[in-house]
């Protein structure tokens, strides 16, 4: 336990790292205010589908975006029509072009004109479209400049990137014939991705806080007995029950938190584009993965075979470990090394998420919120990163830091490893639909803390197992749990409710952004936090849950002489 302690703690500024919920496919279709629209120019910018047939067969499928000036271009597949592509003579197209076209394709390359310069001329040549090519893999956004008047155009422009272009210029020249069909097809208002991605973060929040509160019940239990067994003299001195297992995070590592995130998010992305560096990451990834992965096999391992889980080898460097920890972590290491070899197949997703939710609900059985001051301030810096990195940082980089490092833009990687992901299965772009770990995490220690703090109401069970059940630093109320005590009484049920509110309203956001990447913790974080503070004050319970996190208890041979005292006096 001790390693996984110390990997925790170098591993969470990875896992505290948030990115924001989004899509990663067709993050350029959008309407554009830098990008001012004018009569003639006014399309909104849209990914369109570029298929192509060589010789009559199908071949490759690429992807361009449409420009702001002329006919916008259909949306249905079987409405688009093949249609043959030709080079442009002039390539550049800046003068009209030698010979007259009948409604072909005409390809063209960038720069040395106006984009708008380049359509009507091919236009004039008898041109049905044009596809122009980037001088970069990139894709860009043609507009008009503000004095230009002869917007008049009648054919679909699009802009390919440079890649596409090269492998185009490559059949023609071959003499090959190449036909292509122009469509853009529209995208779902809701995947069915986002939600199961829903699903995912709710179900490991509530794994994490149940195993938590669950393992401190255990711990205090065992404290019990011993307290039972021990004589008056001879009480041993308990601190938190569960100390050895348990991290607390303080008010200066969560003011930490957004220095640390802040100078990671930067490493990030400055150096993302370096292949050595990004393999690093991943490593990384792969040890807290197998650590949770193990940490999670052998904790259900142990309820089943009890006396195997009890029996520890001492291994140089680890410890004490136990047989079964040894037994299982062959297969999370195998697991974790084969998830990083084919880590961009099509099936890679779902070993990321295996070892992500693994390790988020490790972390949350180790690490947690002392009381709601901590909470507070945690997700309240937690909330302004996110926001600053994610919109506040296009003034600064001229453009949003989270959301370029979160997709993985210059590494050649499909998105960084430290998210859960679900492919978009009904998308006809693709990608991904993500969430970061921050975005589960840190109110997922919020809703675990929550677990722990049930409204009490004084009845002779609760007094009798208060006798047996009072000690310092119990974090869930066991006779709450052992009186089947119901959780509309409580603060987890409505935590739970909250964090569920504010990530659906995430993807609400989301999708009314066209798939712009948003901070998810903009609006979790008042949901949850909100609603807890709202209930603390509306119960009494706030002062109590803000300094100290748990209600003052004394030891059980007080509690009894206290009733005894109240015995005899009535």
């Known amino acids: 336990m001790d390693f996984l302690r110390i990997t925790s703690v170098i591993f969470i500024c990875g896992v505290l790292l948030k990115f924001p919920a989004k899509v990663t496919a067709g993050d350029i279709v959008h309407d554009d205010d830098l990008a001012p629209k004018k009569p003639g120019c006014e399309n909104d910018f849209v990914l369109v589908k570029v298929q192509t047939w060589i010789n009559g067969e199908e071949d490759a499928e690429f992807v361009g975006v449409g420009a702001r000036f002329g006919t916008t271009i259909v949306s249905k597949e079987k409405n688009a029509q093949q249609t043959p592509l030709t ?273 988020i609900i490790t972390v949350l059985q180790i690490v947690r919120i002392p009381n709601l001051k901590v909470g507070s301030v945690l997700l309240g810096c937690a909330f302004i990163y996110d926001i600053f990195w994610v919109f506040a940082s296009q003034s600064l980089f001229h453009e949003s830091v989270m959301i370029v490092v979160a997709r993985g833009d210059k590494s050649g990687e499909d998105g960084i490893p430290m998210l859960l992901k679900i492919p978009r299965l009904f998308d006809p772009w693709g990608g991904y639909s993500i969430i970061g770990f921050g975005d589960i995490l840190l109110p997922g220690l919020l809703v675990a803390f929550s677990l722990r703090h049930y409204k009490r109401s004084r009845t002779l069970i609760t007094e009798l197992l208060f006798i047996f059940g009072c000690q310092q630093n119990l974090f869930l109320s066991r006779y709450d749990w052992l009186a089947k005590k119901n959780l509309r009484a409580g ?60 209600p003052e208890r004394v030891c059980p041979h007080v509690c009894l002489e206290s009733i005894e005292e109240s015995n005899r006096e009535g």
């Open 491 to 550: 603060y987890f049920l409505w935590a739970m409710i909250a964090y569920g509110l504010g990530l659906l309203i995430t993807y609400v956001a989301l999708n009314l952004m066209d798939g712009h990447g948003q901070p998810a913790l903009l609006y979790i974080v008042p949901f949850t936090l909100g609603t807890f503070l709202m209930l603390g004050r509306k119960r009494g319970d706030l002062k109590i849950l803000w300094t100290k996190g748990e």
């Open 87 to 359: 080079l442009s003579d002039p390539r550049d197209c800046c003068k009209p072009p030698r010979k007259k076209l009948s409604g072909e394709v005409v390809m063209v390359d960038r720069g040395h004109c106006k984009f708008t310069t380049k359509a009507n001329n091919a236009e004039a040549a008898g041109a049905s479209a044009i596809l122009i090519v980037n001088n970069q893999k990139e894709l860009y956004k043609m507009v008009c400049d503000p004095g230009e008047t002869d917007l008049d155009i009648h054919i679909p422009a699009v802009m390919l990137p440079q890649d596409a272009g090269i492998t185009l210029n490559k059949m023609l020249l071959n003499g090959s014939s190449v036909t292509v069909q122009l469509y853009s097809p529209k995208r779902p208002v809701v995947d069915i991705a986002e939600v199961f991605l829903w699903l995912m973060a709710v179900g490991t929040i509530l794994c994490g806080s149940y195993w938590s509160a669950w393992s401190a019940r255990e711990a205090a239990i065992e404290q019990d007995k011993l307290l039972k067994d021990a004589s008056e003299k001879e009480l041993p001195n308990f601190g938190t029950g569960d100390s050895s297992t348990v991290m607390d995070i303080n008010m200066i590592s969560a003011v930490l938190f957004v220095v640390v995130a802040s100078c990671f998010l930067i490493v990030l992305y400055k150096l993302m584009r370096f292949t050595w560096f990004f393999e690093i990451l991943v490593v990384l990834f792969c040890i807290g993965g197998v650590e949770g992965l193990q940490t999670c096999l052998v904790a259900l391992l142990a309820r089943w075979f009890k006396r195997t889980g009890q029996l520890y080898i001492k291994v140089p460097i680890f410890g004490a470990v136990s047989y079964l920890t040894l037994a299982v972590s062959p297969f999370c290491i195998t697991f974790a090394v084969v998830w990083a070899v084919y880590r961009n197949s099509s099936f890679g997703w779902i070993g990321q998420d295996i070892l992500g939710i693994a390790l």
